[in-house]
């Protein structure tokens, strides 16, 4: 089985695939503590990662930022002090692409990878 | 009259004051947009700031993150494709204090001369 985190984001159009509900049961366990939840109607990938001050939810926010960019599949990302939620979704279809179960498993490892948490 | 953005940020403590309604109507008027909204019982002033794209958003929360820093006043910064919203209120009153509206004011003079604006 390839990893998500081995795989990159690949152009989405408006009649991409949303996931299945197979594929759902087989990706969910590979992102630990990712919820589905749902927003007007469109499902979503959250998570809230914690810090030990501001400064370093501000670099981890900045790093998955420009990572996010780089893949061209864009997150929303909420910073507060000691916090940051990850929310992601495929705008184009409204509601879950593989891509955004790709740019999870990556979020997890850049914070696994990180030496900005709490100790 | 001197002007907000002139003004930094003071030390907060708990027993620090809160805004009254008079000063509330005196300084809202400075900070054009900006709403106070009721998040669990506690107010806070929130503006939505609008980007031509992912990229200029997520440079405005880096430099926002890090004058917020600087100024050791923390606000609650949303990022998504095109926009950013921020929130400010005073963790430690559980209200709004002063320091608020100053952020509130530098907040917007950093969006005005940012070139990330949409055209």
Known sequence: MTTLTSESCVACRRDSPKVTDAEMAELLPQIPDWEVTDTDGIPRLEKSYKFKNFSDAL?????????????GHHPRIT?????????????????????????????DVMYAGSSDKPD
């Open 79 to 107: 910073l507060e002090w000691g916090r940051v939620d990850v929310d992601w979704w495929t705008h184009k279809i409204r509601g879950l692409h593989r891509n955004d179960f790709v740019m999870a498993a990556k979020t």
């Open 59 to 71: 670099t981890f926010t900045t790093r998955l930022g420009l990572e996010a960019d780089g893949e």
